[in-house]
Nanobody, 123 residues
Framework: VQLVESGGGSVQSGGSLRLSCAASGYTSSDYCMAWFRQAPGKEREGVASIDSNGRISYADSVKGRFTISQDRVKNTLYLQMNNLKPEDKGMYYC??????????????????WGQGTQVTVSS
């Protein structure tokens, strides 16, 4: 399984970015895909997740600002991030795993990770 993120960058507070994650080699029909982020000195946080049935969950800190979506034809996961805040800064990772606990967004439930893409938000 290979996950390749793109779309990170530097924006000012209130700006937008769209992250993409191109997935390959994942053959299970039941799956969970998610976005995590990690700021320096902080634990990895599950930002949003989506399972093979289309069920979605978000961290409270991003609800109403971030949108997770997937294109099954392109095998690509997206994270649209609007109204970005300085506290959104961090390395963003795409992850794939089993669907059972998908909505919990627990990093331990994901066996496959991308290399990460950096997001910087200046005030």
């Amino acid at each position: 399984v290979q996950l390749v993120e793109s779309g990170g960058g530097s924006v000012q507070s209130g700006g937008s970015l769209r992250l993409s994650c191109a997935a390959s080699g994942y053959t299970s029909s039941d799956y969970c895909m998610a976005w995590f982020r990690q700021a320096p000195g902080k634990e990895r946080e599950g930002v949003a997740s989506i399972d093979s049935n289309g069920r979605i969950s978000y961290a409270d800190s991003v609800k109403g600002r971030f949108t997770i979506s997937q294109d099954r034809v392109k095998n690509t996961l997206y994270l649209q991030m609007n109204n970005l805040k300085p506290e959104d800064k961090g390395m963003y990772y795409c992850a794939a795993g089993g669907w059972l606990h998908c909505l919990d967004r627990n990093a331990a439930d994901f066996g496959y990770w991308g290399q990460g893409t950096q997001v910087t938000v200046s005030s």
